[in-house]
């Protein structure tokens, strides 16, 4: 069976400041796909990025950036210099590989202060 | 490029009614799966739709079921409803190729269910 744990429910940090999402999973396939998707007050999940279990290679979008360790089963989300519109609530989530069904955490609220 | 559709926006029902959501996928996906979520919690896999056919189900009643259309368009039907019914309903589309393209899955705003 698939898990993902999101340990942290909310966080605020003031604008500005780093700020750092964790993401556990647990998984018997050998290859699978992780996402994050990010849900705003509208309730569209927002696609942000897709890693592949093989390719553990960290990647950076503009203020954002991720950190994938199969030693530790974690694939972590950093925001740099957090901006009010960062405010959401943030998904963590894995499939099979393929077109298989997508399991999600729990969700990270993240709160950026003005 | 309109992304994914849903309908209608918001519904209220009560218990022990039907309920007929529906969803046009992406331009150029041919793939429908649905995911319920709670409030407070993340979407939980309901059904996955491909080529007419319930692909991949996940741990949920009979009551809920699906189709899915020539036009690769999709319903979710819940019989019976419960208050427990009540939630976020997403639908997301995606290619039925199985080496997912890079973005992956694309969701809709998704219907809010509310059963009293």
């Known amino acids: 069976a698939q898990k993902v744990t999101q340990a942290q429910t909310e966080i605020s940090v003031v604008e500005k400041e780093d700020v750092t999402l964790d993401c556990v999973y647990e998984?018997?396939?050998?290859?699978?796909?992780l996402f994050w998707y990010k849900q705003p007050p509208s309730g569209e999940l927002v696609f942000l990025i897709r890693?592949?279990?093989?390719?553990?290679q960290n990647e950076i979008s503009g203020r954002y950036s991720w950190n994938f360790q199969k030693s530790t089963s974690s694939f972590n989300f950093t925001i740099t210099a957090s901006q009010v519109v960062d405010s959401a609530v943030y998904f963590c989530?894995?499939?099979?590989?393929?077109?298989?069904?997508?399991?999600f955490g729990t969700g990270t609220r993240l709160t950026i202060i003005p | 490029d309109a992304g994914v559709t849903q309908s209608p926006t918001h519904l209220i029902k009560t218990r022990g009614q039907q309920v007929t959501l529906r969803c046009s996928p992406k331009?150029?996906?041919?793939?429908v799966s649905w995911y319920q979520q709670a409030l407070g919690q993340g979407p939980q896999f309901i059904f996955q739709?491909?080529?007419?056919?319930?692909?991949q189900r996940g741990n949920f009643p009979d009551r809920f079921s699906g189709h899915q259309f020539p036009n690769y368009s999709s319903e979710l039907n819940v019989n019976a409803l419960l208050l427990g019914d009540s939630a976020l309903y997403l639908c997301a589309s995606s290619l039925g190729d199985p080496f997912l393209p890079l973005d992956g899955y694309t969701f809709g705003s998704g219907t809010r269910l509310t059963v009293v």
């Open positions: 890693r592949n279990s093989f390719d553990e």
């Open positions: 998984t018997r396939d050998t290859t699978y796909y």
């Open positions: 331009s150029g996906h041919d793939t």
């Open positions: 989530a894995l499939s099979g590989y393929g077109n298989e069904k997508l399991t």
């Open positions: 739709y491909y080529e007419e056919e319930e692909r």
